[in-house]
């Protein structure tokens, strides 16, 4: 019975994706790993983000950028995400900075002060924030400090709304780099924009649907479920508006219409052309269903010339054993 369900993997980690668009993040230093945190950052686009570090030559020149990009510099500079660069070294004696952020993020219906993250040089100066954020209970992340950490960064992928985050748990950062980028070659082209455009879909067919009953969730989601499962990644990615609203059509009459249902005309036709050859050369049925089984993705589900050749071959290997054991059993009582 047990063996049916996953083994407990006791990692100590509980990866989430944590929303900080109401919440104000509190970085100290401006070197390359402050560099790191600060893009990811960007990235999650929180309510503002506050830096303290000197402004002199150890501030990395990426960091130095977003800073002082313009806040229309869009997805190149800062993300649009107002970032506040206090040029002065963390006041570790009174934690006048910490202060600020805390006061700032409380008023104009901010969440607060998020997080942390401390990327120093400064041992002592870390362990000090460290202690203080604890007290105030503000999750506080020291880089390359695990004791002084309440979560740790990770290595992650981004392909649009698309991220991928290889954790080891502190075990082998480096290690984790090496499987982001293995993992990064694995996932399809097109894999950000089909996420996008099933986002469009599912924000459509809510405005088709706004129901909040417990009815009317069960049926989107039933009906997404259906949709999503008959296309592929690269389909997916070419849904335009021309399309979503004719899959979206098939919500009235309770279909879920696949790619060459709503695909352009000329698609179309070249999918029929495709159909035709594939069923003269004799790779295909004759209704023109392919008799091997594929996800929408190219997955084989089910192959019959497989299930038939592993029968064939099994009957054939025990049909062998059989004759052979026969043999040994009459030239046996022959002698
Ligand atoms: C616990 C954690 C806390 C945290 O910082 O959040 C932590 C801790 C420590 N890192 C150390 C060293 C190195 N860290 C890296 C690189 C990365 N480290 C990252 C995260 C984390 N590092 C968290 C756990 C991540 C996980 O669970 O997998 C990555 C994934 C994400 C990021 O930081 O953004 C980023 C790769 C990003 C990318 O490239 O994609 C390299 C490699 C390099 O620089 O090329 C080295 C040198 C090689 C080596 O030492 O292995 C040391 C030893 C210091 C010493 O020896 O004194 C400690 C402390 C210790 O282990 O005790
Ligand atoms: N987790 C990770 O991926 C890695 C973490 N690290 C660790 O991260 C830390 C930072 O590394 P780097 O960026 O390479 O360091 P760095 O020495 O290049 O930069 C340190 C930054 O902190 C600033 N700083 C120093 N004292 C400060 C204070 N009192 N107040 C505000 N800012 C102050 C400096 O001005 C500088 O901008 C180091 O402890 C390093 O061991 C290093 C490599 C990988």
């Known amino acids: 019975m047990s063996g049916e369900y996953p083994l407990v993997e006791p990692t100590g980690s509980l990866l989430l994706a944590w929303q900080v668009s109401r919440e104000s993040i509190l970085l100290v230093g401006a070197g390359p790993v402050a560099s790191s945190r ?8 929180p309510r503002k983000i506050y830096v303290v570090a000197p402004d002199d030559d150890n501030v990395d020149p990426e960091m130095r950028y977003r800073m002082t990009a313009d806040p229309d510099a869009g997805a190149g500079g800062n993300g649009g995400v107002e970032i506040e660069w206090i040029k002065r070294k963390y006041s570790e004696h009174d934690h006048a900075d910490l202060q600020l952020v ?16 401390v990327a120093t040089d400064d041992a ?17 992340n020291v880089a390359d400090v695990p004791p002084e950490c309440d979560f740790y960064f990770g290595s992650v992928l981004r392909r649009g709304a698309l991220s991928v985050m290889v954790s080891t748990n502190g075990k082998g950062p480096r290690i984790a780099a090496r499987l982001r980028r293995r993992i990064e070659k694995s996932i399809p082209d097109g894999a950000g924009e ?5 986002g469009d879909l599912r924000a459509a067919l809510r405005r088709v649907e706004p129901g909040k009953g417990n009815d009317a969730i ?9 949709v999503s499962d008959q296309w592929s990644i690269e389909q997916l990615a070419r849904m335009d508006p021309d ?52 996800d ?3 997955n084989v589900r089910r192959c019959p010339f497989v299930l038939g050749m592993t029968g064939f071959v099994t009957g054939l290997v025990t049909a062998s054993v059989a004759v052979a054991a026969w043999h040994r059993y009459s030239s046996m009582s022959r002698r």
């Open 296 to 298: 929408p993705d190219g």
């Open 102 to 117: 805390l006061q700032d993020g409380q008023g104009g219906g901010g969440g607060g002060l998020g997080m942390v993250l």
């Open 218 to 226: 069960a049926q989107r989601m039933q009906w997404m479920i259906r």
């Open 124 to 140: 002592t100066l870390s362990t000090r924030i460290c202690a203080e954020c604890r007290r105030l209970r503000i999750p506080v």
């Open 243 to 294: 399309m979503r609203h004719r899959v979206l059509q098939g919500w009235a009459t309770d279909s879920a219409p696949s790619y060459y249902d709503v695909a352009p005309a000329r698609i179309n036709s070249l999918a029929a052309l495709g159909l035709r050859a594939g069923r003269a050369v004799g790779l295909l049925g004759p209704g023109g269903s392919c008799p091997v089984d594929r």
């Open 38 to 45: 600060l893009y990811h950052l960007v990235c999650a686009q």
């Open 194 to 198: 089909a996420i996008a455009r099933v």
